[in-house]
């Protein structure tokens, strides 16, 4: 940590030894502490959604605007901010830091395309299985499990009715044809021979009938089973075409997966052949615009005017580069020094304004703490730059 109140300024910065990183909760809460919870435009939200850095930065710079106390002072702090949006989103917010204003540079438009270049959609409904057979299947399954107890009686069964009259009517054909004959052989007188033949004769047929039960049982039975073994069949026969059906359906889903994951992939590398192209229009147009500000940062630190061509393309506004040259000590050579275009990391320049104050380091210009400490951790500086940049620091003052 380091810290310093000249001038009664509050001035502190973190992490330069060991680049500690920021998270968006931590800006979250930061803003919150501050009471500028409705003090950020939506574009500058997100970028501080996608780089928590640049959130305390601008933070720090939404401060140093809200304490100045004059109109150039508020300029400078409205300016510096701006460029830090050009620097993370290529984008201003305006006079108010609210506005959103593109910057219209070819990284600019390559990353509206990359905004537009929507989820992933892959166009075809994955298959869907109904299984057609679930009526059937539940009926035949229930009439098996739901199936009667075997139960038989001779009065029930039809072919005990059949063989009941049958035998019956022998019995009576028996027992007629015996008295019949026992009569005649007694000349037509009753007697107890006759009576005994004709009821032998009966009886015959009445245990054939008796006798016939156990088969008529077993017949029963054979068919409780042949119904119970073709319901129990027919269940199978379903289930085998439904698994069928189902087999078919995991193939068709298999094959959906398999195409949709081959389309994301193409996806995937569509989108990160236009990242990476972005990046890389964005990496050359900031070193440009960084070449052109130490330009314009030189001119103006020997006390001189740089041109208003000069002036647009770095990226700064006029009134910004009029601040500066207000701002810079009568006489020329004050403000802000030129700088080395290859300074070691721990060439690093205090200016004091007054009421507030800016850094150059690696030629380029940070007008409060916490955007100079997201320029430090962005630098993935070794232990013995960082050293460097703390013995610096503490010859302005920042004590750690």
């Known amino acids: 940590m380091w810290r310093s109140t000249p001038q009664g300024?509050?001035?502190?910065?973190?992490?330069?030894?060991?680049?500690?990183?920021?998270?968006?909760?931590?800006?979250?809460?930061?803003?919150?502490?501050?009471?500028?919870?409705?003090?950020?435009s939506q574009w500058d939200l997100s970028t501080a959604q996608a780089h928590p850095e640049f959130g305390m930065s601008i933070l720090s710079l939404k401060k140093d605007y809200q304490n100045a106390k004059t109109d150039e002072q508020r300029l400078l702090a409205n300016t510096a901010a701006n460029a830090l949006r050009k620097s993370y989103g290529s984008y201003t917010g305006g006079a108010d830091g609210m506005q959103y204003s593109g910057?219209?540079?070819?990284?600019?438009?390559?990353?509206?395309?990359?905004?537009?270049?929507?989820?992933?959609?892959?166009?075809?409904?994955?298959?869907?299985?109904?299984?057609?057979?679930?009526?059937y299947q539940q009926k035949l399954l229930d009439g098996i499990l739901n199936r009667e107890d075997f139960s038989w009686s001779r009065e029930t069964d039809p072919q005990w009715g059949s063989y009941k009259k049958s035998y019956l009517r022998?019995?009576?054909?028996?027992?007629?044809?015996?008295?019949?004959?026992?009569?005649?052989?007694?000349?037509?007188?009753?007697?107890?021979y006759a009576v005994n033949a004709a009821s032998q004769a009966g009886d015959y047929y009445a245990t054939q009938l008796n006798d016939i039960i156990p088969t008529l049982y077993q017949q029963a039975y054979d068919r409780y089973l042949q119904d119970y073994n073709m319901q129990l069949s027919g269940l199978n026969a379903v289930n085998a075409q439904e698994q069928l059906d189902y087999a078919r359906y995991l193939n068709e889903l298999g094959q959906f997966n398999t195409d949709r994951d081959l389309a994301y992939k193409e996806y995937l590398?569509?989108?990160?052949?236009?990242?990476?192209?972005?990046?890389?229009?964005?990496?050359?147009?900031?070193n440009k615009q960084a070449l052109l500000q130490q330009q314009v940062d030189a001119i103006l630190a020997a006390g001189g005017s740089p041109s208003g061509g000069l002036v647009d393309r770095s990226g700064y506004e006029n009134e910004?580069?009029?601040?500066?040259?207000?701002?810079?000590?009568?006489?020329?050579?004050?403000g802000i020094p030129a700088v080395d275009p290859d300074p070691d990391y721990g060439d690093i320049q205090y200016h004091d304004f007054g009421d507030t104050f800016a850094f150059t380091w690696r030629g380029k210009?940070?007008?409060s703490i916490s955007e100079l400490q997201s320029a430090l951790n962005r630098a993935n500086?070794?232990?013995?730059?960082?050293?460097?940049?703390?013995?610096?620091?503490a010859g302005y003052g920042f004590t750690s």
């Open 103 to 135: 910057t219209g540079t070819a990284a600019d438009r390559e990353l509206s395309h990359l905004g537009s270049f929507g989820g992933f959609s892959y166009g075809k409904a994955a298959p869907t299985y109904e299984n057609q057979y679930a009526a």
């Open 9 to 40: 300024v509050d001035r502190n910065i973190s992490g330069v030894s060991d680049a500690m990183a920021v998270t968006y909760d931590d800006f979250l809460s930061a803003v919150s502490k501050a009471g500028m919870t409705n003090g950020f």
């Open 320 to 334: 910004y580069v009029n601040a500066l040259r207000r701002a810079a000590p009568a006489g020329g050579g004050g």
């Open 381 to 393: 500086l070794s232990e013995k730059e960082a050293e460097n940049i703390r013995g610096k620091l």
């Open 269 to 286: 590398g569509q989108y990160d052949r236009e990242k990476d192209y972005y990046l890389a229009l964005l990496d050359r147009e900031q």
């Open 170 to 192: 022998e019995g009576e054909r028996a027992t007629a044809n015996a008295l019949g004959q026992a009569a005649a052989a007694s000349g037509g007188r009753p007697s107890s």
């Open 365 to 367: 210009t940070y007008y």
